[in-house]
């Protein structure tokens, strides 16, 4: 069974070498879907306690909370893209859950997923 936790974050970043305005330094309000898979517990009726999921996905997004993510770890280097954030929390979570999907949205606008 697939279950999830949506969360979001606010923060800015640009796109050095982007052709456009999103080189640009902008904001966004970041939407962070994760979806998990296993076996339902039959003692607790559920794959993973979403409570708990949220809080580690969180954790992991909470460093870049009304930041400059160009600013931090592992941005410091490469582009923070949809694609690049969704790559980090994806590695981030592997070790811990039976990750099936990371999807990063920016905003209204695109979105990148595991």
């Known amino acids: 069974m697939i279950v999830g936790i949506e969360t979001k974050f606010d923060a800015a970043h640009y796109l050095p070498g982007y052709k456009g305005k999103c080189a640009n330094m902008h904001g966004h309000t970041w939407h962070v879907e994760v979806?998990?898979?296993?076996?339902v517990d039959e003692k607790s009726g559920m794959v993973y306690d979403l409570?708990?999921?949220k809080s580690n996905v969180n954790f992991i997004i909470e460093r870049f909370d009304h930041?400059?993510?160009?600013e931090l770890f592992p941005f410091e280097d490469k582009?923070?893209?949809c694609e690049n954030l969704a790559m980090f929390i994806f590695d981030e979570l592997i070790?811990?859950?039976?990750?099936q999907s990371v999807k990063?949205?920016?905003g209204e606008g695109g979105w990148a997923r595991t």
Do not use: D, M
């Not at 979806?35 to 076996?39: A, F, L, N, P």
């Not at 930041?67 to 160009?70: A, G, K, P, S, T």
């Open 35 to 39: 979806e998990v898979i296993g076996s």
């Open 51 to 53: 409570t708990e999921l």
């Open 67 to 70: 930041r400059i993510i160009n």
């Open 79 to 81: 582009p923070p893209t």
């Open 95 to 99: 070790a811990y859950y039976n990750v």
């Open 104 to 106: 990063v949205r920016e």
